[in-house]
């Protein structure tokens, strides 16, 4: 599979963009400029300062940060974790070099799985192709990854990727040359700061200095890493001197400002010009919410004992953990009892001290680094933490892998204190208790699942079935140590995890059994700069470090979900589970602080937020909404905020709202699932209705189409689908010519970038993508094959093919097929709804998640459905509040994805409110069903959403010819629900 990218995104654009005009109008000049140096950019240039300031002024004016401009430019980009930022840079790079001729650029980073995360993406042949022929760069980039020279007796050679570096041509307008480079290769070493090597390049014989004469842009990735005090800042600053540094990070170093009583800290932004900080991240569901669980011990005390150190026959330390309290050390020898620790132990004493475990009188044999839960029976806390989360993950898993038209594959990540519980230690005797315990749980838990899958899960209990059978398939784990391990499997799962992030969100190994691996283990290697868009569970079975380290954990799994075809799936609320100790219960609390603590918090209502109130509910008078606000507490009389109704506001006038959605931060263990009562009454009146509503239906699409659909595919084959993509080399001889350097260009060699696919495997591929049936395709491409008889199609028959098919099909669909198709009532029997039970009976409530993410005090009117005001947006909240239209018997909000009508697209769509009225005399009762979509336009809607609309006019008036009228209307932000009602009385 290929991870699909995309163009334009408007959070990535922005960032690209505000960088770019930070230039313009800037002199940046290529005289006296040897081949290797970028051109120099005039740093007194007055328009800088002017473009940096336009910029900020959609910045916070306290994040703005240092303006000053000295013997480098420096420009902060602040880009919240998952949100993209290294595509950001990269496209950054091209851009730069597009607009103003720089080619010379060095990223730092600060770690090794950074680095092999972003040379991974810069080198992947679909990120090149992406910028070349999706986004039209017609240069390409050359990535150099310096690396650690080992030591070896005799002549000392020059860094090879130093040296193509330097003496990369900026004659040549279609490459960029970049220099990939981790901190401690700053810092430690002598790779690039002794001058003693055997030969150098253009008369340097440090590589500092040659970095230094090629004026370079530096990019800093992570700059939290890189304060400006620290080694490596300085050797940037002092030793590269490049003439610009962008830093990209979403944490920036503290610094101290003010002194004695007015110290105070804050972040050290220098020239801020784009800023995606967390809240907006969040709010904009660019990335996951996340859902903090910890585990309630059984003994329901805040309080665990930890075995950390033992001497075979001598003694075995024990750290007893207390929420809140100081961590208490105990050493106890054999015989001594544990009651010394704890009062509950009473009875409890240690018989025997092994190496790497200890016996207890009570029969319990527990392992060096496992955590116990204070009771007589001793649980393990670690096995209660693993169920959770092996609970959590096949939650997640099975609607990932069943409830879609295209599979997610889902990913759990475990943060672990000791190596040697998860890998053999071949240095001891000592067993891997976690990973024969967590083994143990996945057994029992992939045994339940399979017991739970249904005749229509099929391929779902295979890969079960399949992951059962490959136990130790199913896990792997990344540990700094891994680096200097021989061993071949561990080099294998190392590789995985590090370099192959396609293949570990694949479901299929290349010699198409089931790719099983989806538990990833970790110490601290995986902390940061290493992420995957499909984890949905971290874990964390060990303590962590500071509050900055805790946020970084939660980056691993931020980033929205890719499907199995590589598309990014961002129409959907995703939550990462994040499950904890006790210690941690208040963690989500902590982060939902730090997110808003960036901002500065309103304290009163202005003028401007009232007339946000009042133009949202499409009131004139500002002093209306400023009485409401008073009435309901939320402000006293000079419009302060109410400290204890500060939430209350802004759940309910969220469009003034300062800091996060409430709902993108849960602490699971506080908020129960609220359920919410059916009212049975008013279920009877919609019962008639509804159920017409579940009744099945089928898309059939025109006669005619599966006469000319062969056709058709026919234009869209002959249309670049089987097209080669090639690297190329660019060989260039440096010549010296009349003492002048002059590059020669030499023959280059182009390579053929592939993923090839058995002619069978490419069949089922596209049938599995787009539903045109195997024989029709296979008929296409016969004709296609005589068409081209030059052409061996075998050569174009790969992933690059599929993906280019599905894109033009599903264009063609949306361009073609509306209005050539009906729907078909099939047979339907009795069966379990989102509202009744299998028997038909009205189900007696429901999870609140359902019909609305928010919810309000207050009691709806007795003709709605539940007891509850429960809603997604302000459009939804004013139609429930509007029950008490005369004409309206019942209605109720319809339950999320409960009603699933078949679209041209491939999914399904589900309306949102049901109706039953009766005109003014009560002579007959009509039912409406109602879209709202809380956009001011219909030109805001995305195509895909007018296309599920128009669908559901074509299955709304089947529903009539079948016998039910059920009049469907469409709801814009603008419109009041009685103006809908009235239309449909009027002219029906």
Request: proline share 2%; glycine share 4%.
């Amino acid at each position: 599979m290929e991870l699909i990218l995309e163009k334009g995104l408007p959070h990535q654009q922005m960032a690209v963009e505000a960088i770019s005009a930070v230039f313009e109008n800037v002199e940046i000049s290529s005289k006296l400029q040897k081949y290797y140096q970028n051109p120099v950019i005039n740093l007194k240039s007055r328009e800088l300062v002017k473009n940096i300031r336009k910029l900020q002024e959609h910045v916070l004016l306290e994040h703005r940060g240092s303006h000053d401009i000295e013997d480098y430019l420096n420009l902060d980009v602040k880009m919240e974790t998952g949100t993209g930022k290294t595509y950001v840079y990269t496209n950054t790079i091209y851009e730069l070099h597009k607009q103003y001729k720089l080619n010379k650029f060095i990223i730092v980073v600060p770690s090794l799985s950074i680095k092999a995360g972003t040379k991974q993406f810069i080198e992947d042949s679909y990120t090149q192709k992406h910028f070349a022929d999706v986004c039209g760069y017609d240069s390409n980039i050359e990535l150099l990854t310096l690396e650690a020279q080992k030591s070896k007796k005799g002549k000392r050679y020059f860094p090879a990727s130093v040296r193509d570096f330097v003496i990369g041509s900026c004659q040549d307008k279609k490459k960029i040359y970049v220099l990939l480079v981790n901190m401690q290769l700053l810092t430690g070493g002598k790779v690039l700061s002794r001058d003693d090597y055997d030969y150098g390049v253009e008369s340097f014989y440090q590589p500092l200095r040659a970095l230094e004469a090629t004026r370079p842009i530096v990019i800093i990735d992570e700059p939290h890493r890189f304060s400006k005090g620290q080694k490596a800042f300085s050797v940037i600053t002092e030793k590269i001197k490049p003439q610009c540094i962008i830093r990209f990070g979403a944490t920036f170093p503290e610094i101290t400002k003010g002194k004695g009583k007015a110290k105070y800290q804050t972040r050290d932004y220098h020239n801020l010009i784009y800023e995606l900080d967390a809240c907006d991240a969040f709010n904009q569901n660019l990335i996951k919410g996340i859902a903090k669980e910890h585990f309630e011990s059984l003994s329901h005390n805040e309080e665990k004992l930890k075995i950390v150190n033992m001497k075979r026959n001598d003694y075995v330390t024990f750290h007893h953990i207390m929420k809140d309290k100081p961590i208490k050390t105990y050493t106890l020898k054999v015989n001594e009892p544990l009651s010394l620790i704890s009062s509950v132990f009473e009875g409890i004493t240690i018989t025997a001290i092994k190496s790497s475990s200890v016996e207890f009188s009570n029969g319990l044999e527990k392992n060096k680094g496992e955590e116990l839960d204070i009771n007589v029976y001793m649980n393990s806390y670690q096995e209660q933490m693993l169920k959770l989360a092996l609970r959590r993950h096949f939650e997640a898993e099975k609607i990932n892998f069943c409830q879609r038209r295209f599979k997610i594959k889902t990913l759990a990540l475990f943060f672990i204190d000791d190596i040697h519980s998860y890998r053999v230690d071949k240095q001891s005797d000592k067993k891997p208790y976690l990973l024969e315990m967590f083994e143990k749980l996945l057994r029992e838990y992939l045994k339940k699942a399979i017991d739970n899958c249904n005749d229509e899960e099929i391929e779902y209990r295979l890969y079960l079935e399949y992951s059962l059978k490959h136990i130790g398939d199913c896990h792997a784990g990344y540990f700094s140590e891994d680096n200097s391990d021989t061993d071949e499997s561990i080099a294998k799962e190392v590789n995985d995890i590090l370099h192959n992030k396609k293949m570990l969100l694949s479901f299929k190994n290349l010699d198409g059994t089931y790719n099983v691996r989806r538990f990833l283990f970790s110490k601290w290697t995986l902390k940061e700069g290493w992420d995957n868009p499909n984890i949905f569970t971290i874990t964390k079975l060990r303590s962590s470090g500071s509050e900055n380290s805790k946020l970084q954990e939660v980056g691993r799994g931020l980033r929205l979900p890719v499907d199995e075809n590589g598309h990014r799936v961002s129409e959907e609320n995703f939550y990462l589970n994040y499950i904890v100790d006790f210690t941690e219960a208040d963690f989500a609390q902590k982060l939902i602080n730090q997110i808003n603590g960036e901002r500065p918090s309103a304290a009163t209502v202005t003028d401007e937020m009232l007339r946000i109130i009042a133009d949202k509910r499409g009131i004139d008078s500002t002093d209306q909404i400023f009485f409401e606000l008073g009435c309901k507490g939320y402000i006293d009389r000079n419009r302060n905020i109410s400290s204890d109704k500060r939430e209350q506001l802004f759940n309910e006038y969220p469009e003034i709202a300062t800091g996060l959605n409430l709902n993108k931060i849960k602490d699971v263990n506080r908020q129960k699932p609220v359920k919410i009562k059916i009212r049975p009454k008013v279920y009877d009146k919609l019962k008639n209705l509804w159920e017409t509503l579940n009744q099945n239906y089928v898309l059939i699409y025109d006669k005619d189409i599966d006469n000319i659909l062969t056709e058709e595919i026919d234009k869209m084959l002959d249309n670049s689908v089987f097209t080669r993509h090639y690297l190329q080399s660019f060989r260039q001889k440096v010549d010296i010519v009349s003492h002048i350097a002059k590059v020669k260009e030499e023959g280059s060699v182009e390579e053929t970038v592939d993923s090839p696919l058995l002619y069978g495997e490419f069949l089922k591929r596209i049938n599995k993508l787009t539903g045109v049936p195997v024989k029709v395709f296979h008929k296409a491409m016969i004709n296609y094959a005589q068409k081209h008889k030059s052409v061996d199609i075998n050569d174009f028959i790969n992933e690059q093919a599929v993906n280019n098919f599905v894109t033009k099909f599903s264009q063609w669909k949306k361009n073609f097929l509306q209005g050539r198709f009906r729907y078909k009532r099939c047979d339907t029997f009795l069966h379990e709804t989102a509202l009744s039970n299998s028997d038909g009976t009205v189900k007696s409530e429901i999870v609140q998640g359902r019909i609305g993410t928010r919810i309000v005090e207050g009691k709806p009117c007795e003709k709605y459905l539940y007891d509850k005001i429960a809603y997604d947006s302000d459009l939804e909240k004013d139609n429930i509040l509007s029950g008490e239209i005369d004409n309206i018997i019942v209605y109720g909000k319809i339950p999320r994805r409960s009603i699933a009508i078949p679209t041209i697209t491939g999914g399904t769509y589900s309306p949102d409110f049901m109706y039953v009225i009766k005109r003014t005399n009560g002579e007959k009762e009509l039912n409406i069903i109602v879209e709202t979509k809380d956009v001011k336009e219909q030109s805001n809607l995305r195509d895909e959403e007018n296309i599920k609309i128009d669908c559901a006019k074509i299955f709304f008036e089947q529903l009539k010819q079948d016998g039910y009228d059920v009049k469907f209307k469409k709801q814009l932000s603008g419109k009041k629900i009685k103006a809908i009602i009235d239309e449909v009385l009027d002219f029906g």
